[in-house]
């Protein structure tokens, strides 16, 4: 079941984001990587820039999150993680196809690049990866972070899905 996550939420959306992160270690730049993947403060300081995450919720416990947030005339796709023993059954799909209705202007998602199983889902569902031109400027207008974590990054836009 797909529902709306609250502020009770947030220590089970933390523990989801740093559960799921394991795969990026050692696959991102060791740079790149930080223990833990996202820190509560952190979390709590996405939420408050206007991050609304959705949950997949299996037998009453979140086990999948993905958020959104509009920044100036676009919709961002945010934080998108399913726990480990919960991956590989759909669940990240089916909230991508749940929240890409709710987006305002152009639907965009960042990743790293070396997530290649990240890149291939977004695919599947719709995406379309930017131009390396075009990510530089769409990283620096619409997300803050760091110019390592722009140099390995790439961005994919929906165009909608095929029949």
Same mark, same amino acid.
């Given at each position: ?60 416990? !979140? +086990? @999948? ?12 796709? &945010? *934080?998108?993680?399913? #726990? ?23 639907? !965009? +998602? @960042? ?12 695919? &599947? *569902?719709?995406?379309? #990866? ?24 790439? +961005? ?8």
């Amino acid at each position: 079941m797909i529902r709306f996550c609250n502020s009770t939420d947030v220590a089970a959306i933390e523990a989801i984001i740093n559960q799921a992160a394991e795969k990026y270690r050692g696959v991102i730049p060791v740079d790149c990587w930080r223990e833990p993947y996202m820190p509560r403060v952190e979390l709590e300081a996405q939420i408050e820039a206007g991050v609304k995450f959705s949950g997949w919720e299996d037998s009453g416990a !979140l +086990v @999948g999150v993905m958020g959104l947030q509009t920044v100036f005339d676009a919709t961002l796709i &945010r *934080h998108a993680y399913v #726990l480990p023993a919960h991956q590989g059954r759909g669940i990240g799909g089916a909230l991508l196809d749940a929240l890409t209705p709710q987006s305002r202007g152009q639907l !965009l +998602v @960042g990743t790293w690049a070396a997530a290649a199983w990240a890149i291939r889902l977004y695919e &599947r *569902h719709g995406f379309r #990866l930017v131009p390396p031109e075009e990510k530089d400027t769409l990283l620096t207008t619409y997300w803050r972070i760091t110019d390592r974590q722009r140099e390995t990054s790439v +961005v994919l836009r929906y165009a909608g899905r095929e029949t």
